[in-house]
């Protein structure tokens, strides 16, 4: 019978206990951080002081962990005061700066003990809850993990220690096809397969969280952003381009420099002022608005810019394209009159939708984030918003969860995540009203009386940023995009130098239909460079010998499969423009 999910949280927090048990047994002298419960399972920080440890040490635990499962321990609650959780924690330091953090916040303080009969097998600083006793663990439903570098806290200030992760399921079922999606998701790590496909490169020596993005890269880049701008120019926006920097009265009203400094780099000085490297296109978009005074003819605007910004992140969170310090972001600016704004929301979910299906995702979920407790902005405005974001996602018949005060507090947004190959979410489009900056800035049109009124401001992102919607792609298609995308879609080989001369004439008549083809002629054998070619993931392969010239035909293989089909050229050429998608009109 499946465990409800409150108590596999207890199993799953009784396993963290039972591994602390577990070091500590291989390790008596280890400095105990924390142990909670996350997604799919538990971990716990260790500090092994000047002892090393890698991953051999799994196996080991794990065989202590059965065992102690096996014995049937109890898991008890004592409630303690201060002094005798000092006492019972004395040779724990991380435990006792916990301990003194809940004195100054007036907590109660209380213990698990896990018992095998009387005797104490093990003790920790914990609220709970915990399972009764281990004879409720199953021995195959659990399995340790990897270990990863953690600060105390997540303050790259404390100490560095050892997180040992931990998964646990209801079954052994559920863990088994977990750890078969996990190992699928290590073939499709973008990281792994930007550098075997040659796509991109980080230079930690010379900035960590900085893309360098190759040729290969490059061009697949180039390619989503001309579809980008041209689906862009066919519904109703205009492409604007602002600066890289701004001077600190920006920021200023802007809030960002009161609100969301610690994310901005240092300033920089120009001219006896402060300038600030943008963390955002906004208030950029606001003084093009600005530049003139608006009617009501003239709205809506839709202004879109592909632009980079720059925020700082922790450098123990940084992750591949997924999380970085510079990227670029698909952004825009909607800004509407009341009448015009629930029209405005439906034509730009609609948008988001066509964006993300043409680049091959068709599975999403949708989140409406409504009113938080320390909103901005009158009360009609927040219902009119929400009720026009909400109305649109069920026009687009899109199932959806309402996020009950998740909302930032200058506006209500819908959050939509995509799902790839493998069922995880990616975070992409954003559609997020905007009540503070309107104000601040000042923004007004002419209404149709001749009254100067504050607009409506939807800020709007699609694919979120280029490098973590390039990196949800990667993994998306396992690094074998559709052939539109691909960076090389067709490679030539000839047999041997005799036939590189016809190869070379096919990639001419290829090129000029705008294709990218390369002739592979380099001195290895056919079955090295059919591999190569397999390894690069290019679409399409054509080997070249004496029975092609005569047949005039093309012996096409598409990816890895081992089946070649025969075809005239032009009639490959028109099975390759029907795989490139061209931009609409919604």
Not at 542 to 561: H, Q, T, Y
């Amino acid at each position: 019978m499946k465990k409800s999910k409150n108590e596999i949280e207890k199993i799953r927090h009784s396993l963290s206990h039972l591994m602390a048990a577990a070091v500590l047994q291989l390790y008596p002298s280890v400095k105990l951080g924390i142990g909670p419960t996350i997604e799919n399972g538990f971990y716990y920080d260790f500090d092994f002081g000047k002892q090393e440890i890698d991953e051999s040490v799994l196996f080991k635990l794990e065989k202590i962990i059965r065992d102690l499962i096996g014995r049937n321990l109890k898991f008890k609650k004592k409630v303690v005061s201060y002094r005798e959780a000092k006492k019972i924690f004395k040779n724990q330091p991380y435990k006792l700066e916990l301990i003194d953090e809940l004195k100054k916040q007036k907590k109660p303080l209380s213990i698990y003990k896990t018992l095998d009969g009387k005797q104490e097998i093990f003790t920790d600083l914990c609220a709970g809850p915990h399972i009764s006793s281990t004879k409720i663990i199953k021995k195959d439903v659990f399995k340790l993990e990897k270990l990863a570098g953690a600060y105390w806290k997540g303050n790259e200030k404390n100490p560095m220690l050892i997180r040992i992760y931990g998964l646990a399921f209801n079954t052994k079922e559920e863990l088994d096809n977990y750890l078969r999606i996990i190992e699928e998701a290590k073939k499709r790590d973008h990281r792994i397969l930007g550098q075997q496909l040659d796509l991109f490169s980080f230079h930690e020596e010379f900035g960590p969280g900085l893309v360098y993005w190759h040729p290969k890269g490059g061009i697949i880049r180039v390619i989503a952003e001309n579809f980008w701008r041209e689906a862009h120019l066919k519904n109703g926006y205009d492409i604007v381009f602002t600066p890289h920097i701004g001077k600190s009265d920006l920021w200023k009203i802007s809030g960002h420099l009161n609100f969301y400094r610690e994310n901005m780099y240092s300033p920089m000085k120009i001219d006896e002022d402060e300038y600030f490297i943008k963390p955002m296109n906004c208030p950029f978009h606001i003084q093009i608005y600005k530049n003139q005074m608006r009617s009501y003819r003239d709205l809506p605007l839709r202004w879109a810019e592909l632009g980079t910004v720059y925020r700082y992140e922790k450098a123990g969170v940084l992750h591949g394209l997924l999380r970085v310090r510079g990227f670029t972001q698909d952004d825009a600016h909607l800004i509407c009159t009341p009448e015009q704004m629930p029209s405005e929301i439906k034509k730009v979910l609609d948008f988001s939708l066509y964006i993300l299906r043409s680049f091959g995702f068709n599975d999403f979920s949708v989140y409406l984030s409504t009113k938080p407790k320390d909103a901005i902005g009158n009360n009609k405005k927040w219902a009119d918003a929400t009720k026009a974001l909400e109305k649109a996602i069920k026009s687009s018949k899109l199932s959806y969860k309402v996020d009950k005060g998740g909302g930032a507090f200058y506006g209500p947004k819908i959050d939509i995540k995509v799902k790839d190959g493998l069922g995880r979410e990616w975070q992409c489009s954003t559609i997020q009203f905007d009540f503070n900056m309107p104000e601040k800035f000042e923004m007004k049109y002419i209404d149709k009386m001749g009254k100067p009124q504050q607009p409506y401001m939807i800020h709007r992102a699609l694919m979120g940023s280029l490098e973590r919607f390039f990196g949800a792609l990667i993994e998306h298609y396992a690094g074998v995009f559709p052939f539109w995308l691909a960076p090389i879609q067709i490679k030539l080989l000839p047999v041997n130098d005799g036939f590189a001369p016809f190869a070379y004439q096919i990639k001419e008549r290829f090129e000029k239909e705008g294709f990218r083809i390369k002739v592979d002629d380099e001195n290895e054998t056919i079955s090295k460079r059919i591999r190569n070619a397999e390894l690069e993931k290019i679409p399409y392969i054509i080997v070249i010998g004496e029975k092609e010239i005569r047949s005039g035909k093309l012996p096409v293989r598409e990816k890895s499969n081992p089946e070649i089909k025969l075809m005239d050229m032009e009639e490959f050429i028109e099975i390759c423009k029907q795989q490139i998608p061209e931009p609409k009109k919604l």
